[in-house]
Nanobody, 124 residues
Framework: QVQLVESGGGLVQAGGSLRLSCAAS????????MGWFRQAPGKERAFVAA????????YYADSVKGRFTISRDNAKKVLYLQMNNLKYEDTAVYYC?????????????????WGQGTQVTVSS
């Protein structure tokens, strides 16, 4: 079955850390860029971070720069998002997605496969 499955979400205090994982199966990901998005209640889905197909370049939303790190292990077909110094504003459902090419996009329409999402809740 073709799928992307996120894991690693949970409840954490402000200032804490979490690492999200996204495991791919049934589809090629090594030559495609990958991205992380998040959606808070009552708000639109927002871009968080992206990484090129070979992992050589990354891009981050201003709100997470210096705190989050996106990485990938193409041999294991896993995408990661290390989140440090979490803030209450980071509370959201986090989704991973495969881009339509090896170059990453900053909008959701640039991605063709999506995971089911994992909840991250940061207490203030």
């Amino acid at each position: 079955q073709v799928q992307l499955v996120e894991s690693g979400g949970g409840l954490v205090q402000a200032g804490g850390s979490l690492r999200l994982s996204c495991a791919a199966s049934g589809l090629t990901v090594s030559v495609y860029a990958m991205g992380w998005f998040r959606q808070a209640p009552g708000k639109e889905r927002a871009f968080v971070a992206a990484i090129s197909g070979n992992g050589g370049s990354t891009y981050y939303a201003d709100s997470v720069k210096g705190r989050f790190t996106i990485s990938r292990d193409n041999a294991k077909k896993v995408l990661y998002l290390q989140m440090n110094n979490l803030k209450y504003e980071d509370t959201a459902v986090y989704y991973c997605a495969r881009a339509k090419s090896g170059s990453y996009y900053l909008i959701s329409s640039g991605y063709d496969y999506w995971g089911q999402g994992t909840q991250v809740t940061v207490s203030s």
